[in-house]
């Protein structure tokens, strides 16, 4: 059994604890770790201290921090209350509920193939990583870069369709002539998503899971989750 995994005052403890180290890790990703020439992508680890809650606590405390965290973004970022200033935290959330459900879905699955503990660790947090990765590429690319666009570039909403965007994109319509500092002028426009948003993903999730990877061994032989 999970040390102290019943005790209601252990979960509410450790989850507050964890809400703590990701507002302060997510906001050192947010000022000091950017992405290159993409200065609006950050090397954000947060969701390391997120993701052990579901077996250290449960799901409910879980997805809580991960709503939470999101929600502390939006006033860090200064509390705007106008759409464009929710969308950083409606994708932190998002995203945060979705690394969370791949990893209760998936962790299930990979411990019953027979293989060392270690070997089912790394296996759950690559397949998180590529997953997510691929998500997030193809997310951005039909739905955020024009949805920014639209925000931030005065893109009228029937050019922000992902339809006549990608066309308008790959024509050089001027109509997007402020949008394209966000793939950094790439002429086409999926392999300005692709060569922008695939390596940024692959590296980002892959420091997390090797985080992860490490943390979740730890609490395994400090028995605070359970082996079987």
Known sequence: MNKNHTNPLFKMTISGIMLGFSIAVMWLGQT???????????IDVSIVFVIPLLWIANKKYAYSVGI??????????????????????????????????????IYPLVKKIKMKIIWQIILLYV??????SL?????????LIPV???????????????????????????????????????PNYWTGIWSIF???????YGIVS???INIH????????????
């Open 148 to 186: 920014y666009s639209y925000i931030y570039a005065g893109v009228s909403p029937g050019d922000a369709s992902i339809m006549n965007f990608s066309s308008l994109w790959n024509e050089n319509d001027s109509v997007l002539s402020d949008a394209r500092w966000l793939l950094l002028d790439i």
């Open 68 to 105: 939470l965290q999101g929600l502390m973004s939006f006033v860090m970022t200064g509390g705007n209350a106008s759409f464009g200033g929710w969308v950083g935290p409606i994708i932190l959330i998002s995203t945060n509920v979705l690394l969370l459900t791949l990893a209760w879905l």
């Open 127 to 132: 397949i998180i990583a590529l997953l997510i």
């Open 32 to 42: 000091f770790f950017k992405w290159g020439a993409v200065t609006y992508l950050n």
């Open 135 to 143: 998500l997030l590429v193809t997310l951005n690319g039909v739905l």
């Open 198 to 204: 695939a390596p940024f993903n692959l590296a980002k």
């Open 210 to 212: 090797f985080l992860l």
């Open 217 to 228: 061994f730890m609490l395994v032989h400090a028995g605070y989750i359970s082996k079987t």
